[in-house]
T-cell receptor, first 113, second 112 residues
Framework: DQQVKQNSPSLSVQEGRISILNCDYT??????FLWYKKYPAEGPTFLIS?????DKNEDGRFTVFLNKSAKHLSLHIVPSQPGDSAVYFC????????????FGTGTRLKVLA | DAGITQSPRHKVTETGTPVTLRCHQT?????MYWYRQDPGHGLRLIHY???????DKGEVSDGYSVSRSKTEDFLLTLESATSSQTSVYFC???????????FGDGTRLSIL
C-alpha cells in the first residue's frame, strides 16, 4: 500500500505563474517531509523540507505547506520558470533512527515559455 | 555536489548473471542507501547501511544483497539477475537526523 501518494502524474504551467504540486500520506508517524527535483539522467536533488512541528517553510521561490490533520503537503513554486521543468518527488520519514525515506511516485512539471 | 560516485553508469547483462553496483562517497557520511526507480513506483528503498558492516533491508530487498566493508563504499549485488531487476539504481548518503539524503547520478541496468 502506497504510504506516500502523488496523485497527479503531470502538470503544465505557464512561465511566471504558480505551480502547485501535491502529496498525501497515510502514516501518522511521519514527522519529516522533503521535496526532491529530478532532471533526466541525473540523481534527485534536494529542494526543500519541513518538520512536522511547522506548517510552512520557505526558500526563495519555493514554499512547502504541511497540513497534518489532512495528511497533506504541497509545494508552491512562484514564479515558475522553464528551468523548473523536472520530475518532483515528495518523501517522508518517521522517527525510527534509521532515517529511511518513503517516496511518492513523482509529478512531472512542465513550465511553458 | 555531494561526493558520490556510482559505477558503472550503464550496464547491460543477461538473465542469471551476477551483477555488482558500486557506490563510493567522499563525505564520510554514516548512512548509505540503495534505491531503485521504476515508472509508476517512484523511488523504492532496497537496502541501507547505518555503519560499516551494519546493513538492513528496505521495502524491495528480495534478490539483492549489500555489503559495506569501508565507510566510503556500499556495494549492491544481484546474485542472479532477472529481467524484473531492469531499473535505474540510485545510491544516497546521509548524516541522519533531519538532514536530507544526497543522491548519486544513478546506474541504468538492463537485464535481457
Amino acid at each position: 500500500d502506497q504510504q506516500v501518494k502523488q496523485n497527479s502524474p503531470s502538470l503544465s504551467v505557464q512561465e511566471g505563474r504558480i505551480s502547485i504540486l501535491n502529496c498525501d500520506y497515510t502514516n501518522s508517524m511521519f514527522d519529516y517531509f522533503l521535496w526532491y527535483k529530478k532532471y533526466p539522467a541525473e540523481g534527485p536533488t534536494f529542494l526543500i523540507s519541513i518538520s512536522s512541528i511547522k506548517d510552512k517553510n520557505e526558500d526563495g521561490r519555493f514554499t512547502v505547506f504541511l497540513n497534518k490533520s489532512a495528511k497533506h503537503l504541497s509545494l508552491h513554486i512562484v514564479p515558475s520558470q522553464p528551468g523548473d521543468s523536472a520530475v518532483y518527488f515528495c518523501a517522508a520519514s518517521a522517527k525510527s533512527g534509521t532515517y529511511k525515506y518513503i517516496f511518492g511516485t513523482g509529478t512531472r512539471l512542465k513550465v511553458l515559455a | 555536489d555531494a561526493g558520490i560516485t556510482q559505477s558503472p553508469r550503464h550496464k547491460v547483462t543477461e538473465t542469471g548473471t551476477p551483477v555488482t553496483l558500486r557506490c563510493h562517497q567522499t563525505e564520510n557520511h554514516r548512512y548509505m542507501y540503495w534505491y531503485r526507480q521504476d515508472p509508476g513506483h517512484g523511488l523504492r528503498l532496497i537496502h541501507y547501511s547505518y555503519g560499516v558492516k551494519d546493513t538492513d533491508k528496505g521495502e524491495v530487498s528480495d534478490g539483492y544483497s549489500v555489503s559495506r566493508s569501508k565507510t566510503e563504499d556500499f556495494l549492491l549485488t544481484l546474485e542472479s539477475a532477472t529481467s524484473s531487476q531492469t531499473s535505474v539504481y540510485f545510491c544516497a548518503i546521509g548524516t541522519g537526523g533531519n538532514q536530507p539524503q544526497h543522491f548519486g547520478d544513478g546506474t541504468r541496468l538492463s537485464i535481457l
